[in-house]
């Protein structure tokens, strides 16, 4: 029995360690929740970055609860439903236990719950979700104005997603070896998204002029690239929405 046990485990350790060498990299994993919000009458962005700052001292009495987690508050500026939200609070965490910690502490609290009353906005929709990092921006400092790329995608026929990661990968390296300093994520959208999308392409910037200057830079620099070739036909991308705001926490 013992040797059949070894067998079975021989056999499972040699499938995985099969399967992740059919790649590349292993995705470096994070984990995003997004608020989507309109604001209460007479209220604007200015009174939500305020309440912010309540929380953070709200944060500070948890210990070390909420030190991994960075926040950046955004509004939709090309978008083809801007009457949907008036802002999205995107948190992001080193993983999904350092998440779901976090959840845990702003849900059993009593002061965080008379906290999130006093919020000067309702939300309508928030979404989990898990990030697999391409690449960094040139800066990810809390008071950074960003701005945030977002494109719907879907895998298509003999595509997956950790070949698309692959393929992705080598075209940011190379993009920033080349001096790009754009970021870049793909996100698993989870519990609370409502689309059909296989997973969102992000692009961002840690100012919002940087994203015009990468689009320049693909146009001249990267377009007809073998790296940038190599991803066409893999996916079909399109929805792209594009939102602007300040980082207010960062663990940088």
Known sequence: MVRLLLTLCFIYSAQVISQESEYKYVPERNTAEYYFGSFNKGKDISDVAKWYGEFAKWAATQGDV??????????????????????????????SA??????????KDSKANALLAKLPAKNSQVVSTVQWA???????????????QYNSCKL????????????YVDFAKMAQENGDVQGRKLIIPGPGYDGDADFIRLVYTSAV???????????SELRDTDE????????DCGNGSIYVGPVLRSPN
Do not use: C
């Open 156 to 167: 298509n026929e003999g595509t997956n997603l950790r070949t698309y990661y692959d393929a």
């Open 209 to 219: 002029s940087e994203r015009g200057e990468g689009i320049e830079f693909w146009r």
């Open 134 to 148: 391409i690449s960094q921006p040139r800066s990810t400092d809390a008071g950074n104005f960003i701005l945030a």
């Open 66 to 95: 909420y030190d991994s987690m960075t926040v950046a508050l955004l509004q939709p500026y090309y978008h083809r439903d801007l009457a949907s939200h008036d802002f999205m609070w995107v948190s992001t965490w080193p993983d």
């Open 228 to 235: 940038r070739l190599a991803l066409v036909g893999m996916a």
């Open 98 to 107: 350092a998440q779901f910690k976090g959840l845990e502490a702003w849900t």
